[in-house]
């Protein structure tokens, strides 16, 4: 069974208290969402494997920790994963970066694919997913089985809330696949959004409601 790690730091989760509340504005969410995934990408990475190398500093040799293998591969679920994703390459800028384009059905909730595009030699890269809101768990699957399908064997998620309901979900789909998150919330109302969550994080990220 994957690990779900609830990143309990007081500065995010004062960060995201913030980003909760409907009258924060969109400038104030997407500066906040930056600053998060800042942190956020410093948890979801540390497992990342090491190696040392010989160094000369001004005293002596030593040999000092690096990060061992290919670059990350960073997989944004669109469009709400480019929020998450923007800050995490500027603490991890070599990092390879794909897109997975899915909508969600209003009707049927089921994801529905529109784009997907990915870096090279998945399998030799830790590929980590990102998308704010772990919902039902459908699209996150979804995206997951095609990134699988393109050679994926070492994926972790990375989200800022989730809803017990997508863990199970995920769980039980892809038990392999660690989660990292800000906040587990109650449950999911009946049009699949997290409560109390924070509404929908696209259109507060992107001002479009
Ligand atoms: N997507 C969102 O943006 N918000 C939710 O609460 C659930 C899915």
């Known amino acids: 069974m994957s690990h779900v790690i609830v990143v309990d730091h007081p500065l995010v989760q004062h960060k995201l208290t913030l980003m909760r509340e409907a009258d924060t504005s969109t400038a104030s969410f997407r500066q906040l969402l930056r600053e998060i995934s800042l942190l956020l990408a410093y948890e979801v990475t540390r497992t990342l494997p090491m190696t040392t190398k010989r160094i000369v500093t001004p005293l002596e040799p030593m040999d000092a920790p690096m990060i061992e293998g290919k670059k990350l591969a960073l997989i944004s679920i669109l469009r709400a994963g480019n929020g998450l994703l923007d800050g995490i390459l500027e603490l991890v800028p070599a990092a390879r970066v794909g897109f997975v384009g899915l909508y969600r059905d209003p009707d049927t909730l089921q994801p529905v694919q529109y784009y997907f595009k990915v870096p090279q030699s998945l399998e030799d890269r830790m590929t980590i997913v990102v998308d704010p809101m772990l919902a039902t768990g459908n699209s996150s699957v979804a995206a997951i089985d095609l990134l ?47 409560v109390p969550g924070l509404g929908d994080a696209g259109d507060r990220m992107f001002g479009t409601k």
């Open 148 to 194: 699988k399908k393109a050679g994926a064997t070492n994926i972790r998620f990375l989200c800022l809330l989730a809803a017990p309901e997508g863990i199970k979900r995920m769980q039980e789909a892809h038990p392999d696949v660690d989660i990292v998150t800000a906040a587990i919330d109650s449950h999911l109302n009946d049009h699949g959004y997290i």
